[in-house]
Nanobody, 115 residues
Framework: QVQLVESGGDLVQAGGSLRLSCAAS????????MGWYRQAPGKQRELVAGITNSGTTNYADSVKGRFTISRDIAKNTVYLQMNSLKPEDTAVYYC?????????WGQGTQVTVAS
């Protein structure tokens, strides 16, 4: 059974940094793409950053230059390094993996940025 488990969410002051981790129960090459999404209260879930099997990355305009997605293939883990955090980054952050057959979500991790 494929599982994605996020960790690293926390309460942080504006301007601070956090690193989120998404540990997969299978090799991350089982997924064509992996990504981080977030959902703030009353808002739709949105893509924050993604990484393809080949390592190509993409980012939402709102986080470009502040967030970095990366992966550790040996640990089957994808990371989201978040710097210069803003109150508007407050949300539940979800990891998603998409294979040829299905899409998988983690349970989410809460990030709260205090002003």
């Amino acid at each position: 059974q494929v599982q994605l488990v996020e960790s690293g969410g926390d309460l942080v002051q504006a301007g601070g940094s956090l690193r989120l981790s998404c540990a997969a129960s299978v090799t991350i090459f089982a997924f064509n793409t992996m990504g981080w999404y977030r959902q703030a209260p009353g808002k739709q879930r949105e893509l924050v950053a993604g990484i393809t099997n080949s390592g190509t990355t993409n980012y939402a305009d709102s986080v470009k230059g502040r967030f970095t997605i990366s992966r550790d293939i040996a640990k089957n883990t994808v990371y989201l390094q978040m710097n210069s955090l803003k109150p508007e980054d407050t949300a539940v952050y979800y990891c998603r993996g998409e294979s040829n057959f299905d899409a998988y979500w983690g349970q989410g991790t809460q990030v709260t940025v205090a002003s």
